[in-house]
């Protein structure tokens, strides 16, 4: 199994524009959470997806934000418009169906909005 | 809710020698407790968990952790460290049965083991 999947690994990009970041969880996995890293604020949940419906948002931090899952093998999180204080590493990770199961990351997208 | 606190951000300590990282939570409802590893440029692998039972918990390479009820700690030790194991290690918590089970995460400890 290649694990999750997330692209790009870097993007560098212009305060105003639109980014859109990809992940594949690993087959079979119901469930899908966006998290986000930075050094003031840690790990914090974004938004979790189970069974493809969002579930829990509310660490979306505002309405730039936005994500989707539209099958089982995909999803995206887009911020239109970007700004520097959303620069950060953004990680992807899936986990089975056993409500203990323990989440597989993806090894992250480090976003740089200048 | 629950909140998890690593008492520590940074500990360094020499190759070979014993190793603690503190973890406190709350939380008002039964839970689940989990140690993750990130080495440089990865995302997050599991360590170890305790869902119910022992309260002493082994993981992967020579971990383990105590569950303590009474003190609300879940501390990560290792008897002795190489220098392989320098990396961010985080505790996270989530609610058990009945709860929502989705984890939250602790700000981090990183480890830094000198030669």
């Known amino acids: 199994d290649a694990g999750v999947i997330q692209s790009p690994r870097h993007e560098v990009t212009e305060m105003g524009q639109e980014v859109t970041l990809r992940c594949k969880p690993i087959s079979g996995h119901n469930s899908l959470f966006w998290y986000r890293q930075t050094m003031m604020r840690g790990l914090e949940l974004l938004i979790y997806f189970n069974n493809n419906v969002p579930i829990d948002d509310s660490g979306m931090p505002e309405d730039r934000f936005s994500a989707k899952m539209p099958n089982a093998s995909f999803s995206t999180l887009k911020i239109q418009p970007s700004e520097p204080r959303d620069s950060a590493v953004y990680f992807c990770?899936?986990?089975?169906?056993?409500?203990?199961?323990?989440?597989?990351f993806g090894s992250g997208t480090q976003l740089s909005v200048l | 809710a629950q909140s998890v606190t690593q008492l520590d951000s940074q500990v360094p300590v020499f190759e070979e020698a014993p190793v603690e990282l503190r973890c406190n939570y709350s939380s008002s409802v039964s839970v689940y407790l989990f140690w993750y590893v990130q080495y440089p440029n990865q995302g997050l692998q599991l360590l170890l968990k305790y869902l119910s039972g022992s309260t002493l918990v082994k993981g992967i390479n020579g971990f383990e952790a105590e569950f303590n009820k009474s003190q609300t700690s879940f501390h990560l030790r290792k008897p002795s460290v190489h220098i392989s194991d320098t990396a961010e290690y985080f505790c996270a918590v989530s609610d058990g049965p009945g709860g929502s089970y989705i984890p939250t995460f602790g700000r981090g400890t990183s480890l830094i083991v000198h030669p």
């Open positions: 990770a899936s986990s089975g169906r056993g409500r203990y199961e323990k989440l597989f």
